[in-house]
């Protein structure tokens, strides 16, 4: 599991970063990408990563600002070029009216897809589970911006234990089918008549991972029941320590507040984005700075930067 940032600027695009967009590549564990959030120009980003557009199937959607979602009708229909590869269907979460947004902008710029776009919209939400297969879990709850915004928490649901496959050979095991049903939690019997205890062999379940990933917000109670145990918090930063009064009234956080989001959510590492255009490399170095004093575990990502999970 990975996470890859393609656009980490708040509002606007700089010439070091482009508007809003991240991939968590879950390729390793159901050969998917999601994408949440698609500012302009995310297409653009995707060309300078090993990012397949056909591998995105799920796109999360935080807010309705243009700079989160005006990337979206271009991704959509290059995302149908790949000629070469198998169309899948791909769906989109969000608040009320992306839906609208997707299918009007594709029909006034007369796009037709190969692929179908499945919907799953939603209004006021409290910690709501809205998606769930076999190996994941992603949770939504609202946050406090300017417009109704939402963060999602993404829950990796444990993973089964390992198989002591030394063990079973030195007890004389064979390798092949028995070893199978062992690792599904099965017993079985050797032909000398011995009885194989699955349990015995095999060690407890691992936690998964969990990931939580906030739209734009000011510091709120809901960012900390999204974000507690995560492994990673992404949480913006739009502005510095001494910026809380304007953060407050544009919506947003400052680098401190998120990282006292994190330290009582109990994470174990935060990103911080969404930052402000007016920033420069130096300020950027502050932003680090000022927050490590309230969470060490802090980086401020860059566009295009990936981290394993």
């Given at each position: 599991?990975?996470?890859?940032?393609?656009?980490?600027?708040?509002?606007?695009?700089?010439?070091?970063?482009?508007?809003?967009?991240?991939?968590?590549?879950?390729?390793?564990?159901?050969?998917?990408?999601?994408?949440?959030?698609?500012?302009?120009?995310?297409?653009n980003r995707?060309?300078?990563?090993?990012?397949?557009?056909?591998?995105?199937?799920?796109?999360?959607?935080?807010?309705?600002?243009?700079?989160?979602?005006?990337?979206?009708?271009?991704?959509?229909?290059?995302?149908?070029?790949?000629?070469?590869?198998?169309?899948?269907?791909?769906?989109?979460?969000?608040?009320?009216?992306?839906?609208?947004?997707?299918?009007?902008?594709?029909?006034?710029?007369?796009?037709?897809?190969?692929?179908?776009?499945?919907?799953?919209?939603?209004?006021?939400?409290?910690?709501?589970?809205?998606?769930?297969?076999?190996?994941?879990?992603?949770?939504?709850?609202?946050?406090?911006?300017?417009?109704?915004?939402?963060?999602?928490?993404?829950?990796?649901?444990?993973?089964?234990?390992?198989?002591?496959?030394?063990?079973?050979?030195?007890?004389?095991?064979?390798?092949?089918?028995?070893?199978?049903?062992?690792?599904?939690?099965?017993?079985?019997?050797?032909?000398?008549?011995?009885?194989?205890?699955?349990?015995?062999?095999?060690?407890?379940?691992?936690?998964?991972?969990?990931?939580?990933?906030?739209?734009?917000?000011?510091?709120?109670?809901?960012?900390?029941?999204?974000?507690?145990?995560?492994?990673?918090?992404?949480?913006?930063?739009?502005?510095?320590?001494?910026?809380?009064?304007i953060a407050?009234?544009?919506?947003?956080?400052?680098?401190?507040?998120?990282?006292?989001?994190?330290?009582?959510?109990?994470?174990?590492?935060?990103?911080?984005?969404?930052?402000?255009?007016?920033?420069?490399?130096?300020?950027?170095?502050?932003?680090?700075?000022?927050?490590s004093q309230?969470?060490?575990?802090?980086?401020?990502?860059?566009?295009?930067?990936?981290?394993?999970?």
């Open positions: 599991m990975q996470i890859q940032f393609l656009g980490t600027s708040a509002g606007q695009p700089s010439k070091m970063r482009n508007v809003s967009s991240l991939a968590l590549k879950l390729l390793d564990e159901i050969n998917e990408i999601w994408l949440f959030d698609c500012g302009e120009g995310t297409q995707i060309l300078e990563t090993t990012i397949r557009p056909r591998k995105v199937t799920k796109i999360f959607i935080t807010h309705l600002h243009g700079d989160h979602i005006f990337g979206l009708p271009g991704f959509l229909a290059s995302r149908s070029f790949q000629a070469n590869e198998e169309q899948t269907d791909l769906t989109i979460y969000g608040p009320i009216g992306i839906k609208s947004f997707v299918l009007n902008s594709l029909k006034v710029s007369g796009t037709r897809l190969p692929y179908k776009i499945h919907f799953h919209e939603f209004g006021e939400i409290s910690q709501e589970l809205i998606m769930e297969n076999d190996k994941f879990q992603v949770f939504a709850d609202k946050l406090d911006h300017t417009v109704f915004c939402v963060g999602y928490r993404v829950v990796q649901k444990d993973l089964e234990g390992s198989l002591d496959a030394e063990g079973l050979r030195a007890a004389g095991v064979p390798f092949g089918p028995l070893f199978g049903q062992l690792k599904n939690g099965n017993n079985v019997t050797l032909p000398d008549g011995r009885e194989i205890i699955a349990r015995d062999y095999l060690s407890p379940p691992k936690p998964g991972k969990v990931v939580t990933i906030l739209g734009d917000t000011r510091q709120t109670a809901s960012s900390v029941r999204l974000a507690v145990n995560a492994d990673v918090l992404v949480h913006e930063a739009t502005y510095g320590k001494d910026d809380y009064v407050k009234k544009h919506g947003h956080s400052t680098n401190v507040q998120a990282a006292q989001v994190a330290k009582e959510a109990g994470v174990k590492r935060l990103f911080l984005n969404h930052i402000s255009p007016r920033f420069l490399s130096r300020d950027v170095k502050k932003l680090r700075l000022e927050a309230v969470f060490e575990k802090v980086w401020v990502v860059n566009d295009l930067e990936e981290y394993d999970l």
